[in-house]
T-cell receptor, first 112, second 112 residues
Framework: DSGVTQTPKHLITATGQRVTLRCSPR?????VYWYQQSLDQGLQFLIQ???????AKGNILERFSAQQFPDLHSELNLSSLELGDSALYFC???????????FGEGSRLTVL | AQSVTQPDIHITVSEGASLELRCNYS??????LFWYVQSPGQGLQLLLK??????LVQGIKGFEAEFKRSQSSFNLRKPSVHWSDAAEYFC??????????FGEGTQLTVNP
């Protein structure tokens, strides 16, 4: 158990819909990261937050957004969903901006 | 930009045989280096990491990795593979402090 909690574990929805994925980082970790894992693109970095502020952006689509709340949990919002958005979405955290990442078990999104 | 290459997409070994998974990175300086393992339906678990110092690092589950600056490599090894080691293995680098960049992964199959 990494200490990072993600909900929901599985989610099935239709094209055009909007979903929210939630992440609770390890206790005390200020940095939260979101990654997307798909068969054709591997593990892709989406976005990083540190203590409530966006720190870095990767290959995140404009239809996707995220935020980190004062209690340090984070949410990833995916809208206007397309079939290609089907993937495993991981949240990870670490105490600062260096060192290893601790990963949650992921949220598997299936868009039909 | 930092990048990671894992040349072997899939490796098959017999139980009890030795294992070496290759990882090469591209970055001007020495980055932080990591190996993670992902079992089916699970998140990523850290096997070992290299920040500085001794270039041979020991990890969990009997794994070790050697950092070779001249070859920009960080290969993962295990002297004797167990059936439970079957999983996908990811090499990752952190050169900027803003994210981990992952390789495409190596799928390990262990034959009895």
């Amino acid at each position: 158990d990494s200490g990072v909690t993600q909900t929901p574990k599985h989610l099935i929805t239709a094209t055009g819909q909007r979903v929210t994925l939630r992440c609770s980082p390890r206790s005390g970790d200020l940095s939260v990261y979101w990654y997307q894992q798909s068969l054709d693109q591997g593990l892709q970095f989406l976005i990083q937050y540190y203590n409530g502020e966006e720190r870095a952006k990767g290959n995140i689509l404009e239809r996707f957004s995220a935020q980190q709340f004062p209690d340090l949990h984070s949410e990833l919002n995916l809208s206007s969903l397309e079939l290609g958005d089907s993937a495993l979405y991981f949240c990870a955290s670490r105490p600062t901006v260096a060192g290893e990442l601790f990963f949650g078990e992921g949220s598997r999104l299936t868009v039909l | 930009a930092q990048s990671v290459t894992q040349p072997d997409i899939h490796i098959t070994v017999s139980e009890g045989a030795s294992l070496e998974l290759r990882c090469n990175y591209s970055y001007g300086a020495t980055p932080y280096l990591f190996w993670y393992v992902q079992s089916p339906g699970q998140g990523l678990q850290l096997l070992l990491k290299y920040f500085s110092g001794d270039t041979l690092v020991q990890g969990i589950k009997g794994f070790e990795a050697e950092f070779k600056r001249s070859q920009s490599s960080f290969n993962l090894r295990k002297p004797s593979v167990h059936w439970s080691d079957a999983a996908e293995y990811f090499c990752a680098v952190d050169a900027s402090g803003s994210r981990l960049t992952f390789g495409e992964g190596t799928q390990l199959t262990v034959n009895p």
